[in-house]
């Protein structure tokens, strides 16, 4: 019987579906929680780079359950997003729509892989059931403040019961503000004023600010969604702009979001992305006053974390959204709008955008010298006091200003890092430097010790419809909160998902009012602010649903609360979280902070979400470019680029993958059919073709070198793919995609199936085995089980395919020898593993089964004798076990005390290590 993996593969998918193979249901056994990152349902499907976390995880999942575990290996789709919406805008379908076909061919695309995804807990953060809950923490969230003292969040009752009673005296919070009252005059505040305060102590909150704002897209961003001063979706620039936003109030965690990395199991990259974003320094904050030629007096804070360098300053940078910019800049205020006008994000533009205040602030150190204050974005500012100190003698940055507005460059460290230039702290090293000007400061009450953070509060407005509305109404502009027993608040049918006028789409909705006597959602036009007030338009961003997804997934048929506490306490916490390293930053401070908030009020019992980390590398392909001359219609063959042509610019275009030949030629036929515009183009050929270059990058959907998993598994069958995804190397490690080595994966499962056939008949001996085979079997258990745990699965298919060659030398088809192998071999191909598992008389499924456990009697230990030569000359033999890696052996025999003794006075030029054989140190 032949293998045929399509037949296999289609009997066994549908087994596991009729049978509900992978439902998971709390019980007595140890919990194993498995999760991939949130999947967004692209209108394009899977690409083979997205399916290696999948099967990764898959491949775990299904060893954890023949390890006895309960495994949770759930699924669901983010589902709310800007894609949809633009999809939407371009095509008038409704994001519902395309979200759940994009959904059914992404379900179609993963049961074809064989996933072992237990789809009765799926969910969508686009369901009213699921986002009803979202809306229900962020109320939450608007209902809770942040005590310092106890780190953390409280009910805002709390609060509003200690200002009757002492005023905000004794309260250490999380503000925007700083004023100081006791209990009479809060008392003494009108309703909106007490508003106002409570706003500014809220975990969310209403504030204006500086936002990521993208005209085209008519909607504001999050950092993560911005590549080089450009929308990541669609390439628009993208302009800061001040607009009153929803915020969340995340910089609060700073601290304890740090702290918690020490808990999460992940690599040392990841950790630092995670500690660049919350920014952690200590340093000084300065208060100096501002130079001015009217009477008003102005301080200005700087923070540093280096006060060594204060004798390098030479000028100061405020932020166009500083409270003193307009203030200090009045002689220059038209410069000044003009030049919030040109306020880019980008950061790394080569223009230098910036204007002088005409005012300045004297050194605190040198009497009479003046520092000038300018406003730019240039520079990179203090997120808390939206300045920054100018050292352009020890700053890239600050030079390249200094040099475009003639400011002095002055150099304060020499090579050896000690301090120059300044009669007050020469020839001190930077430790002592920096002791030295902290306590003057501190001692002269120009400055104070202080510990900072990058972190920003998160903007949590989006003037986009595809999202979920946030349950906040207006009375008479204070926010007020929907009743929690009337969520969800139901995003509402428009027809035009355009943003109108700079504003949100859901200002079309007809009915978006909310009638606070009745407690029900009512038509716009009967809004009187006495009795119906309006609905707050912007939506949440996609992050607010996938901050807690993982939570849902304990409990997802749950529809009187969120959680089950029993649930929650079986499954506490993620135990293993597979996904791309794009999303360790925004992502996961997002979710940690959600986290640590329910905790904060009771709801989970767990510090932090995650217990380990897995970042899979990218699976690369090869691209294909061609060139085009700017400014003509004429394209060039890629050869010609630097010779006869080299005068022209060109513009980079890349081709799908299909209109190139196998000598990267292009089809020029097909090119000028599949993009019309370019059909009267000129091409101008080298050698009577036209080449295209050729690019291994990250697969993208705009680079057109995506690999569609389904004509793969068509072609070659799941086990293949699952396989061959796994084999291609270290699974934290980017790779190239070669379907060309796909056949010796193809190849090594026909061997494999062919140790339980004899011409073509399904043959296996119940003899029993010999020694040699039981060592076979037990060693590699052994192995494969330690390359599993660690999650290195590449090797783990090394070592079955070399068991599968040993036993096809030794015609072994014995039951005692091949079982187990199945068992083996199972999380990896698991349609092959089941097909042959039923033909040896199985009546369960092989995920039902206990993985094989070796046995130390059939593992003998080989020694292998090295002889350590020096020079080509022996000098002593050493035994190493023949597993013991290269690296370790090299190792021992460079500190070995005799190698140590035949190197005394000479010198180490090399190593030559010839495995299994001998050891060659040459020296001088």
């Given at each position: 019987?032949?293998?045929?993996?399509?037949?296999?593969?289609?009997?066994?998918?549908?087994?596991?579906?009729?049978?509900?193979?992978?439902?998971?249901?709390?019980?007595?056994?140890?919990?194993?929680?498995?999760?991939?990152?949130?999947?967004?349902?692209?209108?394009?499907?899977?690409?083979?780079?997205h399916c290696l976390g999948y099967i990764a995880s898959d491949v775990y999942a299904r060893y954890k359950r023949a390890k006895r575990y309960n495994v949770l290996n759930p699924i669901g789709f983010d589902s709310f997003g800007l894609p949809a919406e633009q999809y939407a805008i371009q095509t008038g379908k409704h994001p519902y729509d395309t979200t759940l076909e994009?959904?059914?061919?992404?379900?179609?695309?993963?049961?074809?892989?064989?996933?072992?995804?237990?789809?009765?807990?799926?969910?969508?953060?686009?369901?009213?059931?699921?986002y009803r809950w979202t809306q229900w923490m962020f109320i939450q969230i608007f209902n809770s403040w942040y005590d310092k003292n106890s780190e953390q969040a409280k009910p805002i009752s709390i609060l509003i019961k200690e200002f009757n009673k002492n005023g905000n005296n004794f309260v250490k919070a999380n503000t925007t503000s700083n004023y100081k009252f006791d209990s009479k005059t809060w008392k003494q505040f009108s309703f909106y004023k007490k508003e106002s305060v409570?706003?500014?102590?809220?975990?969310?909150?209403?504030c204006k600010n500086t936002v990521n704002w993208c005209p085209d897209l008519g909607t504001v961003l999050a950092n993560d969604e911005i590549k080089n001063g450009k929308s990541e979706r669609g390439g628009y620039p993208v302009y800061q702009k001040k607009m009153l936003q929803w915020h969340i109030r995340i910089s609060a965690y700073a601290e304890r979001l740090i702290k918690g990395l020490n808990f999460i199991k992940c690599s040392q990259s990841l950790k630092k992305l995670q500690y660049n974003w919350i920014g952690k320094s200590t340093g000084i904050s300065i208060l100096l006053k501002v130079i001015t030629p009217v009477e008003e007096i102005h301080q200005i804070e700087l923070f540093t974390s280096h006060p060594e360098m204060i004798f390098g300053m030479t000028f100061i940078i405020l932020s166009p959204n500083h409270p003193l910019a307009v203030k200090i800049s009045l002689p220059y205020k038209n410069g000044l709008t003009s030049f919030s006008k040109e306020f880019s994000i980008n950061e790394n533009t080569k223009n230098i955008y910036?204007?002088?205040?005409?005012?300045?602030?004297?050194?605190?150190?040198?009497?009479?010298?003046?520092?000038?204050?300018?406003?730019?974005?240039?520079?990179?500012?203090?997120?808390?006091?939206?300045?920054?100190i100018g050292i352009p003698g020890h700053e890239e940055k600050s030079k390249k200003f200094a040099k475009k507005f003639g400011i002095e460059i002055i150099k304060i460290l020499d090579f050896n890092k000690k301090c120059i230039n300044s009669n007050f702290l020469n020839g001190l090293n930077r430790k002592q430097a920096k002791e030295k000007i902290i306590k003057i400061l501190v001692k002269n009450k120009i400055g104070s010790l202080k510990t900072n953070y990058k972190i920003r509060d998160a903007i949590f407005s989006r003037q986009r419809y595809w999202g979920e509305p946030i349950p906040i109404y207006f009375k008479n502009k204070i926010p007020k909160t929907i009743p929690v027993d009337?969520?969800?608040?139901?995003?509402?049918?428009?027809?035009?998902?355009?943003?109108?006028?700079?504003?949100?789409?859901?200002?079309r909705a007809k009915n978006w009012a909310w009638d606070e006597k009745n407690m029900k959602i009512v038509p716009n036009i009967l809004i009187d602010h006495k009795n119906v007030f309006p609905i707050e338009t912007s939506t949440m961003p996609s992050w607010a649903g996938s901050s807690w997804y993982y939570l849902r997934y304990m409990d997802v048929h749950n529809n009187q609360f969120f959680i089950d506490k029993k649930k929650e306490n079986y499954w506490k916490n993620v135990d293993?979280?597979?996904?791309?390293?794009?999303?360790?930053?925004?992502?996961?401070?997002y979710a940690r902070f959600w986290h640590k908030f329910l905790l904060d009020r009771g709801w989970i019992t767990t510090e932090e979400p995650f217990k380990k980390i897995l970042n899979q590398g990218m699976i690369l392909s090869y691209s294909a470019i061609i060139i085009k001359v700017i400014g003509e219609n004429i394209f060039l063959s890629?050869?010609?680029?630097?010779?006869?042509?080299?005068?022209?610019?060109?513009?980079?275009?890349?081709?799908?993958?299909?209109?190139?030949?196998?000598?990267?030629?292009?089809?020029?036929?097909?090119?000028?059919?599949?993009?019309?515009?370019?059909?009267?183009?000129?091409?101008?050929?080298e050698r009577g073709a036209f080449f295209c270059k050729r690019k291994l990058e990250k697969m993208s959907k705009s680079k057109y070198n995506v690999i569609n998993p389904d004509d793969i598994y068509d072609k070659y069958g799941s086990d293949t793919f699952r396989l061959y995804e796994m084999f291609l190397g270290p699974i934290n490690q980017s790779k190239p995609w070669d379907e060309k080595k796909i056949n010796g994966i193809k190849n090594f499962l026909i061997k494999f199936w062919c140790l339980f056939h004899k011409n073509k008949t399904f043959q296996v001996s119940e003899t029993n085995p010999t020694f040699q085979e039981l060592e076979i079997l037990h060693s590699s258990i052994k192995k494969i089980q330690n390359k599993i745990k660690s999650f290195s699965w590449?090797?783990?298919?090394?070592?079955?395919?070399?068991?599968?060659?040993?036993?096809?030398?030794l015609k072994c088809n014995k039951r005692k020898i091949l079982e187990p192998l199945v068992q083996l071999i199972a999380p990896f191909a698991p349609h092959i593993s089941e097909e042959l598992w039923y033909k040896l008389g199985k009546k369960k499924s092989v995920l039902f089964y206990d993985f094989p456990v070796f046995n130390p009697k059939y593992i003998v230990k080989k020694e292998i004798t090295y002889p350590i030569m020096f020079n080509g000359k022996l000098k002593f033999l050493e035994k190493f076990d023949s597993s013991t890696p290269i690296e370790k052996i090299k190792n021992k025999i460079l500190n070995h005390p005799k190698t140590k003794f035949f190197l005394k006075e000479k010198t180490l030029q090399k190593l030559i290590l010839i495995p299994k054989k001998i050891i060659n140190i040459l020296i001088k």
């Open positions: 019987m032949e293998y045929n993996f399509r037949e296999i593969e289609k009997r066994w998918q549908i087994y596991w579906k009729k049978h509900n193979i992978f439902h998971t249901k709390e019980n007595k056994k140890r919990k194993y929680y498995i999760l991939n990152m949130f999947p967004y349902p692209s209108g394009t499907g899977l690409h083979v780079g994009n959904s059914r061919i992404y379900k179609k695309q993963i049961n074809k892989i064989g996933l072992s995804f237990d789809w009765d807990r799926e969910l969508y953060t686009s369901n009213p059931n699921y409570l706003l500014d102590y809220r975990l969310a909150f209403l910036g204007i002088f205040t005409g005012n300045y602030v004297f050194h605190p150190f040198i009497r009479k010298k003046r520092i000038p204050i300018y406003i730019s974005n240039f520079i990179s500012l203090n997120q808390k006091t939206q300045s920054v009337k969520l969800p608040l139901i995003l509402p049918e428009i027809d035009n998902f355009h943003p109108k006028d700079g504003k949100p789409p859901l200002v293993l979280y597979i996904g791309g390293s794009e999303h360790s930053t925004g992502h996961l401070i890629y050869g010609l680029k630097n010779k006869k042509h080299a005068y022209f610019s060109f513009q980079e275009i890349y081709v799908d993958l299909s209109l190139i030949k196998e000598n990267n030629e292009l089809n020029i036929h097909k090119f000028k059919k599949c993009r019309p515009e370019f059909y009267s183009s000129v091409f101008i050929l590449n090797t783990s298919i090394s070592l079955l395919m070399i068991m599968t060659n040993q036993l096809t030398i």
